[in-house]
């Protein structure tokens, strides 16, 4: 009975690192990577969708609520929606922790269990906000704290574990790193192929992959950094040996990046989430950051009039879709996606300001 245990344990290992191999992924993106963004992705080819990142001590202690019109599964705490997914993505979604404990970060995990396929840990966002905390690439200069948190989430989580990372200037010092990362027995490793010190625009370093692949032959290797079209996906591996690829900036742009046969229009793909925004009643100025993302014309006055929006109504008008949302959006739109109506406040505070000021009486 032990050794079928065993060797049912370690099937179960072998089958979900090989889910993350021949992928194309969407990379974890903050405010971007939210539920609208991440179906547009699956739909147009995305083999599997990382969340956006969340701090464990917001999402414990949350509410599970279930919108019965849409389907969207929603963890709120005080009004606010910390997490959302919808039932067609649960094969695909892989939730992103930021952590700096071990007992948080399982808290965190057992809250979203049952909603998610898979956890990652983030340990290269180089964000002040993150590494003052100690999560993100502050774990990289922590070594111990990073692997006892992967450790105790592959122990105690029915799920696979995954870990991103970025690298250090020093090639061994990286190896050593990730050598001890997969000792923890997780089920992948992603690596963003900057230093936590490096920006954006300056170009990724590919050439860094193929000794983190060499290392760890039996672990898929997920490279990330300067994905903007399907065809760099292929190039990226043959040039690494890279597992898979995923993409963050290309997929922010234009989520049909993930098509084989190429990207569709940009005003399309526009107009496209902003319908998932309305139909998964996302928080509004999410959507709205997202939309002025993606929008092609920066000095159109479409795009001042969108930046102007300040409820869905006036953002479906501008983008060409009132008549799908006083056909459909308007009903599905809940009060915690709509910003706060301020009208109101602003005629009460109007009416205090006509009024003579009390007189004080000494006492």
């Known amino acids: 009975m032990a050794a079928q245990s065993v060797t049912s344990e370690n099937n179960k290992r072998t089958e979900w690192r090989d889910r993350y191999r021949n992928g194309f992924f969407l990379a974890p993106m903050v405010r971007v990577g939210t539920l609208p963004m991440r179906l547009l992705c699956q739909k147009y080819g995305a083999d599997l969708m990382w969340g956006p990142e ?3 001590k917001s999402i414990v202690g949350s509410e599970r609520m279930v919108d019965e019109k849409t389907g969207v599964i929603s963890y ?3 009004n606010k929606d910390i997490f959302t997914t919808h039932p067609s993505e649960r094969q695909q979604v892989i939730f992103q922790l930021g952590s700096a404990g071990p007992e948080v970060a399982l808290a965190a995990a057992k809250t979203v269990e049952q909603d998610v396929s898979g956890f990652d840990l983030n340990c290269g966002c180089p964000k002040k906000f993150s590494i003052q905390g100690g999560m993100g690439a502050a774990l990289m200069s922590d070594p111990d704290r990073l692997c ?10 029915n799920l696979p574990i995954t870990c991103k990372i970025r690298v250090f200037d020093d090639v061994e010092k990286t190896l050593e790193l990730v050598r001890r990362i997969a000792a923890t027995g997780i089920s992948a490793l992603t690596v963003h192929c900057r230093t936590r010190d490096m920006r954006p625009q300056e170009k990724a370093m590919w050439s ?6 060499n290392k760890l032959p039996d672990l898929p290797i997920i490279l990330n950094g300067d994905i903007y079209e399907y065809a760099d996906m292929q190039m990226a591996r043959d040039e690494t040996g890279a597992s898979s690829v995923m993409t963050a900036r290309g997929a922010s742009t234009n989520p049909s ?3 084989s046969e190429g990207m569709l229009p940009t005003m399309d793909m526009a107009q496209e989430y902003l319908k998932y ?9 999410n959507t709205k950051y997202t939309l002025l993302l993606m929008y092609p014309e920066t000095k159109a006055d479409q795009f001042a009039l969108l930046r102007g929006a300040r409820k869905y109504k ?3 008008e501008v983008m060409g879709l009132a008549e799908f949302y006083e056909s459909e959006g308007a009903e599905l739109i809940h009060s915690r996606a709509e910003p706060p109506d301020t009208s109101a406040k602003r005629c009460v505070a109007e009416e205090a300001a006509t009024k003579p000021s009390p007189k004080r009486v000494k006492a």
Request: one cysteine or more; hydrophobic letters at 55%; a positive charge.
């Open 257 to 259: 990046i993930f098509r």
């Open 314 to 316: 006036d953002m479906c």
């Open 148 to 157: 006892s948190i992967l450790d105790v989430l592959v122990k105690n989580i």
């Open 208 to 213: 860094r992959l193929k000794d983190i692949v």
């Open 76 to 78: 709120v705490k005080n």
């Open 54 to 56: 969340i701090v464990d």
């Open 277 to 285: 925004a309305v139909r998964t009643s996302n928080v509004f100025a």
